[in-house]
Each structure stands twice: as C-alpha cells, then as structure tokens.
T-cell receptor, first 114, second 115 residues
C-alpha cells in the first residue's frame, strides 16, 4: 500500500529560525514528489516538485531535497517568517496503468512565533 | 502559474437541501479533476477522481449517490452534495491535473456549513 509519512506532526519555532520537515514514503512506482503549503481555510499551494533524478530544488527560502534510494524528502525553511505558519503537505505521485495517483501525507503544522 | 477556481467560497445550507460546488481550470485543460474533503486540523481526504467525459471513480466509503460529480468539460467539474446533513459540513477542495503528469493545481476550497 502506498504511504507517505510526515514528521513532525507539529512544530513551533521562533521567527528568524530555520527548520526542517521530513517526508518518508513507500510509493511505487514513483513519479514525482511535491511539497505544498496550506494556509488555514485555503487550498494547498505548490512549493516545489521533484522527479526521480532531482536531488534538490529551491523556491526562495524553501529548499526541498529528495533521496530516491532511501525514499526520503525534506523541506528546509530558512529564516522563518510569521507568514510561514501553515500546514506543509508532502505528496508523492505514482503512475499506474496510465492513471496518475497522488498519495498525501498528513502534513506538518508549523507555527512561527514572533 | 495555472489557476483553479472554486465557487462558491463559502455556502451555508439547510439540512436536506442540495448544494453544488463548481471547480474550473482557468488557463489550462484539466484532463483529470480530484475532489477532496478536509475536516479541521486533518489532512485532505480524496473523495473521487474524474476524467473528462467519463464517470467519476469514488474512494471507498464515499457515497456516489450523495456526492454527485460531473466533469462535463476540460475546464469544469462540479460536485453536488445531495440531501446535505450537518455531518457533511467540511472544507471541500478540488484539484485539476493538466496533460503533464506533474501538474496538479488546487482550488482555494469551499467551506460548506449545513445547519
């Protein structure tokens, strides 16, 4: 069964600090891995997307890494801001029989305090 | 980037009535649309997947006669919650996938409250 596990479940940090969120997956066959940011009461917004051959991808203060061998990904947030407070969701895509199947992690809730 | 819109953003209805939620891909053709439900502080739960012009595929435990999905065109999908009950109150989010497999864009969501 395809699964995506995220850790920690929740995280509280002070403004300006860095943090790293983890995503472990057992999805096969692997197609791509995406990180989304979801503000409360809003739809998820894509931060990064990586395919099998990509190890790292940055989007401003967000940097995602992917280790396809260990099936792990991380999202590093640098110099956190209050607006970074949100839920961060890891989604691993699989393609089977011509159909694209995304598997969602449960998300990490990040709270940035001033 | 690609834009997916949902309408309405919020809706309050009485128990027993039906509510229709629209999902549109504004600047690309969505070959596949996904409908999710999200309860407070929980992750998104996939309800159904629909391909343009064909019947939706529902996830286990989702009543297809209660949650009617119509994907009539490459830019529009609708979710109708029939005979709504208070337990149907939730945040409903659609997602549209383009022709390239890595494209999946989410709508802003619709907050449904059934009184």
């Amino acid at each position: 069964k395809n699964q995506v596990e995220q850790s920690p479940q929740s995280l509280i940090i002070l403004e300006g600090k860095n943090c790293t969120l983890q995503c472990n997956y057992t999805v096969s066959p692997f197609s791509n891995l995406r990180w989304y940011k979801q503000d409360t009461g809003r739809g998820p917004v894509s931060l990064t997307i990586m395919t099998f051959s990509e190890n790292t991808k940055s989007n401003g203060r967000y940097t995602a890494t992917l280790d396809a061998d260990t099936k792990q990904s991380s999202l590093h947030i640098t110099a956190s801001q209050l607006s970074d407070s949100a839920s961060y969701i890891c989604v691993v895509g699989s393609t089977s029989g011509g159909s694209y199947i995304p598997t969602f992690g449960r998300g990490t809730s990040l709270i940035v305090h001033p | 980037g690609a834009v997916v819109s949902q309408h309405p953003s919020r809706v309050i209805c009485k128990s027993g009535t039906s509510v229709k939620i629209e999902c549109r891909s504004l600047d690309f053709q969505a070959t596949t649309m996904f409908w999710y439900r999200q309860f407070p502080k929980q992750s998104l739960m996939l309800m159904a997947t629909s391909n343009e012009g064909s019947k939706a595929t529902y996830e286990q435990g989702v009543e297809k006669d209660k949650f009617l999905i119509n994907h009539a065109s490459l830019t529009l999908s609708t979710l109708t919650v029939t005979s709504a009950h208070p337990e149907d109150s939730s945040f409903y989010i659609c997602s549209a996938r383009g022709r390239l497999e890595y494209e999946q864009y989410f709508g802003p969501g619709t907050r449904l409250t059934v009184t």
